[in-house]
C-alpha cells in the first residue's frame, strides 16, 4: 500500500464514520456482521486454538530436560505465550483468510456490479453503510473471539500435556496459576481491537475500489488478504513495542 493508497483508504474511512442517517438500518447489518464474524468463526477459532494449545505444551515439554526446572514452568510459558502472542496474532490472521476474503469480495462484486454506484445516486453514504457496521462488528467481535482463544488453547494445553504424560493435571494447573500478571490480558485485548480494525477495513478499502469483472475482485480479495497479514504482523510489533 503506497502514501496514495494510503490517502484514500484514510478518506474512506473518514467517509465511513460519517453520522448514519438512520440508526435502525445500521444497527440491523452491525448485529448481521456480529453474527457472520463472531459466531461465523467461532467453530474455527475453537479447534485451532485447540490444537495450537496442545502442541504447544508438548513442544515446551519436549524443550524442558532438565530436572533442575519444574514441570509447573510449563503451563505458565503456554499461558504466557498463548495470552500475549498465540491467540491475538494466530486468530487475527485466520480471520483474515477467512473474513476478509468474503468482506473484499462482497463489496467489490457490489462495485462492479454498480450497486454502489446505485446507493450513491439515491443519496446514501455507500462507504457508512456498507463499511461502518463491519468495523464496528470486527473491533467488538475480535477481542471475544480472542478471550475464546486464551481460554480453549489453555484448555488444549492442559489435555494435550496430561493425555501425552509429559505432565501432570496438578503440575500444569499450579503452573497457569503461579505468578500470574493481568496485564497480559490487557495487552492481548489491545491487540484483538487493532487487529479487528484492520481485519474489517483494509479488505472493505480493496474492494471499494476495485474496477473491471470477476477476476479483478478475485485479485483484490487475495490482495486484501496479503496486506491484511503483513499489517496485523507490523501492528503486532508496534503495540507489543508500546505496551510491553
Given at each position: 500500500?503506497?502514501?496514495?493508497?494510503?490517502?484514500?483508504?484514510?478518506?474512506?474511512?473518514?467517509?465511513?464514520?460519517?453520522?448514519?442517517?438512520?440508526?435502525?438500518?445500521?444497527?440491523?447489518?452491525i448485529f448481521q456482521q456480529m453474527n457472520f464474524i463472531g459466531l461465523g468463526s467461532l467453530g474455527l477459532i475453537s479447534i485451532i486454538s485447540t490444537f495450537i494449545g496442545a502442541?504447544?505444551?508438548?513442544?515446551?515439554?519436549?524443550?524442558?530436560?532438565?530436572?533442575?526446572?519444574?514441570?509447573?514452568i510449563i503451563g505458565s510459558v503456554n499461558?504466557?505465550?498463548?495470552?500475549?502472542?498465540?491467540?491475538?496474532?494466530?486468530?487475527a490472521i485466520v480471520l483474515a483468510g477467512k473474513i476478509?476474503?468474503?468482506i473484499s469480495s462482497e463489496i467489490g462484486t457490489m462495485r462492479v456490479t454498480e450497486?454502489?454506484?446505485?446507493?450513491?445516486?439515491?443519496?446514501?453514504?455507500?462507504?457508512?453503510?456498507?463499511?461502518?457496521?463491519?468495523?464496528l462488528a470486527g473491533i467488538t467481535m475480535v477481542p471475544i473471539?480472542?478471550?475464546?482463544?486464551?481460554?480453549?488453547?489453555?484448555?488444549?494445553?492442559?489435555i494435550g500435556g496430561t493425555l501425552s504424560g509429559a505432565v501432570t493435571a496438578n503440575e500444569y494447573i499450579q503452573g497457569i496459576t503461579t505468578d500470574f500478571n493481568p496485564y497480559t490480558i490487557t495487552v492481548a485485548l489491545v491487540k484483538a481491537f487493532v487487529f479487528g480494525f484492520i481485519i474489517t477495513s483494509v479488505p472493505a478499502y480493496e474492494g471499494f475500489y476495485v474496477k473491471g469483472g470477476a477476476l479483478e475482485v478475485a485479485q483484490a480479495s487475495t490482495r486484501a488478504v496479503v496486506i491484511s497479514c503483513i499489517s496485523i504482523l507490523a501492528c503486532d510489533y508496534i503495540v507489543t513495542q508500546l505496551l510491553l
Open positions: 500500500m503506497n502514501f496514495t493508497n494510503f490517502g484514500r483508504y484514510i478518506l474512506l474511512l473518514k467517509a465511513a464514520f460519517r453520522k448514519p442517517e438512520k440508526w435502525s438500518i445500521y444497527l440491523k447489518a502442541v504447544m505444551t508438548l513442544q515446551i515439554a519436549f524443550q524442558l530436560v532438565s530436572d533442575f526446572i519444574p514441570k509447573s499461558r504466557d505465550s498463548t495470552i500475549l502472542e498465540l491467540s491475538p496474532t494466530i486468530s476478509g476474503s468474503a450497486q454502489i454506484d446505485a446507493l450513491e445516486i439515491m443519496g446514501i453514504n455507500a462507504p457508512g453503510y456498507l463499511i461502518l457496521p463491519k468495523i473471539l480472542v478471550i475464546f482463544s486464551m481460554v480453549l488453547s489453555i484448555t488444549g494445553g492442559y
